[in-house]
């Protein structure tokens, strides 16, 4: 029986790093995105247009992600 709770209690921890690590990931590109539009529109750009550039380069970083996935066979 104490095995069982020691592989519940391994799996629920696990469970709890990898949500953390998806929420910290998921935070951390946001932030980075508004980040750049915002010194975009520092610099000039309207910010509908700063809006369209972080589209693209979420879009371009996207299509590099899938590229190295089958580059990798995964």
């Known amino acids: 029986m104490g095995r069982i709770i020691s592989i519940l209690q391994i799996a629920y921890f696990i469970f709890r790093i990898l949500l953390c690590l998806l929420s ?8 980075v995105r508004r980040a750049f539009e915002e010194e975009a529109v520092k610099h000039g750009i309207s910010r509908e247009e700063a809006q369209r550039l972080s589209e693209a380069f979420t879009a371009l970083e996207r299509q590099l992600r899938d590229a190295v996935k089958a580059s990798l066979g995964l």
Do not use: G, P, V
Not at 24 to 31: A, L, P, V
């Open 24 to 31: 910290s990931w998921i935070s951390m590109r946001w932030k």
